[in-house]
């Protein structure tokens, strides 16, 4: 069945209906990674994006729910260029058109996802739409148009709804869930970690209620201003214990001693970006999916610890003080690589020899 995948910017591409026919909706990115689709599909930070994938082939190995990295799919679209209709693993439990169909996602296929690379590279992310539901371009075009009117709360949409507590025999951790991955609670669990899993607007006084030994920022979607008014509670936290961000939370985390952040070209999305550890000189290949990053001009007491090197951007800040720092890649990777995945014994080395005596360190009013 014949679909379309239709710009804000006027450029239409035609293609084949793939998953459920009918009509999606959102910020059109892509994502370089050559494997992960399955963790891709279900990441929290993907919600109301339609993802090109630029690897050729998807859907090769199926679906197994063992490697989502949610309890459902999160991205409004699929673009790719070819589906496979006949996956081959042992623990394949259906293709991926037919998931896509049973998830309610509308997505497109047999497109030339390296010419749509190189156009959102040039032109910047954009609105689109894909639909297989025999609409005219023409009206296409016209409802394009007004996705940018839509605001959505797209942290509020993801973050779990009620406190979940997840028992371990090691320090008792607080996660505040913008739309954590799967993958960073599995890391904190493997290290024998108690969990305590709150919505991302609990306050800080319920949270300091735990008594927790320390608190991690989650990754998840969206423009980390729009939920700005966490910043207050996070400001109320950060002296009291050490605090570790992940990609949304490491923007937060800068914003919570008053840095700035701002939205990237394209973003960057995929599991190939290096990065370099200013403190050591070595460079790391790193996952990441985000659309914003902290400005470069930060407050005096963090300092930038890490550099993306395909555009310079901040990846890692911590506080020159405190036991408080943050990453703007996936140290959990899901998908990989997994060269960071190191860094959360950093954090609960900080977790154990924190004397809790430090309270009254400036933070950025």
Not at 280 to 305: C, D, F, M, W
Request: aromatic share 6%; with cysteine.
């Amino acid at each position: 069945m014949e679909a379309f995948l239709v710009l804000e910017d006027g450029r239409v591409f035609k293609g084949k209906a793939l998953g459920k026919v009918g009509i999606s909706q959102g910020e059109v990115v892509f994502n370089t990674s050559m494997t992960g689709y399955e963790e891709i599909l279900t990441d929290p930070a993907y919600r109301g994006q339609l993802v090109t994938l630029t690897y050729p082939l998807v859907g090769n190995y199926g679906i197994n729910r063992d490697n989502f990295e949610s309890y459902e799919p999160h991205l409004s679209g699929l673009i790719v260029r070819e589906s496979c209709s006949s996956p081959n693993h042992r623990q394949a439990e259906e293709n991926l058109s037919t998931f896509l169909k049973k998830e309610g996602i509308t997505g497109i296929s047999s497109i030339d996802t390296r010419a749509l690379t190189r156009h959102i590279r040039e032109k910047g992310s954009m609105n689109g739409i894909i639909s297989s539901a025999g609409i005219s371009q023409e009206k296409l075009l016209e409802r394009v148009d007004q996705i940018k009117k839509i605001k959505r709360m797209l942290v509020d949409e993801v973050s779990i709804k009620k406190i979940t507590k997840i028992a371990g025999p090691g320090p008792r951790i607080v996660v505040m869930d913008f739309g954590v991955k799967y993958n960073i609670l599995r890391q904190l669990i493997k290290r024998g970690c108690e969990l305590v899993i709150v919505p991302y607007n609990t306050s800080a006084e319920r949270i300091k209620e735990f008594k927790a030994d320390g608190l991690l920022l989650s990754s998840g979607p969206g423009d980390p201003r729009d939920i700005s008014r966490v910043v207050k509670e996070i400001r109320s936290l950060i002296r009291t214990m050490p605090v570790f961000g992940i990609c949304l939370g490491h923007q937060l985390l800068g914003m919570t001693f008053g840095g700035k952040t701002f939205k990237l070209k394209f973003g960057h999305h995929g599991g190939n970006h290096p990065v370099k550890d200013l403190r050591t000189g070595k460079i790391v290949i790193t996952t990441q999916n985000h659309g914003y990053a902290l400005s470069e001009v930060l407050p005096r007491e963090l300092e930038v610890t890490h550099k993306n090197l395909h555009d310079g951007t901040v990846e890692g800040i911590k506080h020159r003080e405190l036991p408080v720092f943050s990453l703007q890649y996936h140290p959990e990777a899901g998908p990989g690589p997994a060269d960071s995945n190191l860094v959360f014994n950093e954090f609960l080395e900080m977790v154990n020899t924190w004397p809790g005596d430090k309270v009254g360190v400036s933070c950025a009013r």
